[in-house]
């Protein structure tokens, strides 16, 4: 089973995912969380740090609704080593979504074909998309499989909600399962898998998902992974052993008072 990191802004950094790295197995990809191209062309300082090489191993995700931005930046993330690319399609966030990015481009659907358009014709990297299915209501996504199904995507990552419904509620999979009949395209499930028991049933429902996004779920048990692919899984000793190495990364990296704030954000989901 294919197992991928989520990217949560505020919790997998590049410290979490280095120290996760090093103490479980089983995540074949990490996902940045997402950068934005500014207007003239660069990366902000934060960013920059986000995505240098020592810290920024994973594949880099892109907030944005410009081609020209998205190539710009595409190319700059091939210069800086990386081999794919990931358009942000799924952030539901307010802030985001009144600039019509994230999931607020699935309410403008001519402004996201103009958007693929100018990415698929001369994007430099292999491009992964993460998606909603709709803004609103989940009968929107018929619309976009058939914008989906026009473009060479090198992985579909579904996160089968809404805006409007953000976590809220239970994800539409018959909705996946469209997606599954109407695509020709590498798939990826994400959305409310918190134990092993729901990785498995969703690959019986699905087999022919190529992956598996985790987020809160891999948070909250970050031997999940590690124990879907047949190894260990998480005892306390192995959580308290992975708790004391990032505590010790982040008091290396940062003062006292981000390190709390980070090991609070983090250790809130651990499961025992």
């Given at each position: 089973?294919?197992?991928?990191?989520?990217?949560?802004?505020?919790?997998?950094?590049?410290?979490?995912?280095?120290?996760?790295?090093?103490?479980?197995?089983?995540?074949?990809?990490?996902?940045?969380?997402?950068?934005?191209?500014?207007?003239?062309?660069?990366?902000?300082?934060?960013?920059?740090?986000?995505?240098?090489?020592?810290?920024?191993?994973?594949?880099?995700?892109?907030?944005?609704?410009?081609?020209?931005?998205?190539?710009?930046?595409?190319?700059?993330?091939?210069?800086?080593?990386?081999?794919?690319?990931?358009?942000?399609?799924?952030?539901?966030?307010?802030?985001?979504?009144?600039?019509?990015?994230?999931?607020?481009?699935?309410?403008?659907?001519?402004?996201?074909?103009?958007?693929?358009?100018?990415?698929?014709?001369?994007?430099?990297?292999?491009?992964?998309?993460?998606?909603?299915?709709?803004?609103?209501?989940?009968?929107?996504?018929?619309?976009?499989?058939?914008?989906f199904a026009r473009y060479p995507i090198h992985e579909l990552i579904i996160h089968?909600?809404?805006?409007?419904?953000?976590?809220?509620?239970?994800?539409?999979?018959?909705?996946?399962?469209?997606?599954?009949?109407?695509?020709?395209?590498?798939?990826?499930?994400?959305?409310?898998?918190?134990?092993?028991?729901?990785?498995?049933?969703?690959?019986?429902?699905?087999?022919?998902?190529?992956?598996?996004?985790?987020?809160?779920?891999?948070?909250?048990?970050?031997?999940?992974?590690?124990?879907?692919?047949?190894?260990?899984?998480?005892?306390?000793?192995?959580?308290?052993?992975?708790?004391?190495?990032?505590?010790?990364?982040?008091?290396?990296?940062?003062?006292?008072?981000?390190?709390?704030?980070?090991?609070?954000?983090?250790?809130?989901?651990?499961?025992?």
């Amino acid at each position: 089973m294919t197992v991928y990191l989520a990217p949560l802004e505020g919790v997998t950094d590049a410290v979490f995912r280095r120290v996760h790295r090093d103490c479980f197995s089983g995540v074949a990809k990490y996902f940045i969380p997402f950068v934005s191209p500014t207007q003239n062309l660069t990366f902000t300082a934060r960013d920059l740090s986000i995505l240098a090489p020592v810290n920024g191993f994973g594949v880099p995700q892109l907030l944005c609704k410009d081609a020209a931005l998205f190539l710009w930046a595409a190319q700059a993330l091939g210069d800086m080593g990386y081999g794919e690319v990931n358009l942000n399609l799924g952030c539901p966030s307010g802030t985001v979504t009144a600039k019509g990015k994230g999931s607020g481009l699935l309410a403008d659907v001519p402004a996201l074909e103009r958007l693929l358009d100018g990415v698929f014709a001369r994007s430099p990297l292999p491009v992964s998309i993460k998606t909603r299915i709709g803004y609103t209501r989940p009968d929107e996504f018929d619309r976009l499989l058939d914008v989906f199904a026009r473009y060479p995507i090198h992985e579909l990552i579904i996160h089968p909600r809404t805006r409007v419904e953000f976590y809220k509620g239970t994800p539409h999979r018959e909705a996946f399962a469209k997606a599954h009949a109407a695509l020709d395209r590498p798939l990826c499930y994400n959305g409310d898998l918190f134990c092993e028991a729901d990785c498995r049933e969703l690959m019986r429902q699905f087999p022919n998902t190529r992956a598996l996004m985790l987020g809160r779920g891999l948070i909250a048990n970050p031997a999940l992974a590690q124990s879907l692919g047949g190894g260990e899984a998480l005892c306390k000793a192995s959580l308290r052993a992975f708790h004391d190495r990032l505590l010790a990364a982040y008091q290396a990296k940062y003062p006292a008072h981000v390190t709390l704030g980070r090991m609070r954000e983090i250790a809130k989901h651990f499961v025992c």
